[in-house]
Nanobody, 129 residues
């Protein structure tokens, strides 16, 4: 079992920045990848970013170049640095983790992980223009 706790969500003005954190505990060494999802009001969960055990990363097209996913293995913490935030980035952000290597391919991750991966309770990000 793995427990994930997100933090860092806030209300910011458009163009601002935030850093989200996800503290992991439990059997974290078994996780093959970790990532972030978000859910905007009235919309489905959307994969935002993914980092695999080997350090490789993937992003949804809309955040490439402005969001950065990273992890501190010593602290068992996952991060999402978000710059140039826009109103369309508003939503609940969830941290997720998976043990299965096959699930850590971007196309698989976005389809499977929102429903089957370990997931935290979320942290709210609100961007006002």
């Amino acid at each position: 079992q793995v427990q994930l706790v997100e933090s860092g969500g806030a209300s910011v003005q458009a163009g601002g920045s935030l850093r989200l954190s996800c503290a992991a505990s439990g059997y974290t060494s078994s996780m093959y990848c970790m990532g972030w999802f978000r859910q905007a009001p009235g919309k489905e969960l959307e994969g935002v970013a993914l980092i695999v055990r080997d350090g490789s990363t993937s992003y949804t097209d809309s955040v490439k170049g402005v969001f950065t996913i990273s992890q501190d293995n010593a602290k068992n913490t996952l991060y999402l640095d978000m710059n140039s935030l826009q109103s369309e980035d508003t939503g609940m952000y969830y941290c997720a983790a998976a043990q299965q290597s096959w699930a850590c391919i971007w196309t698989k991750w976005t389809a499977w992980a929102p429903y089957y991966a370990y997931r935290g309770q979320g942290t709210q990000v609100t961007v006002s223009s």
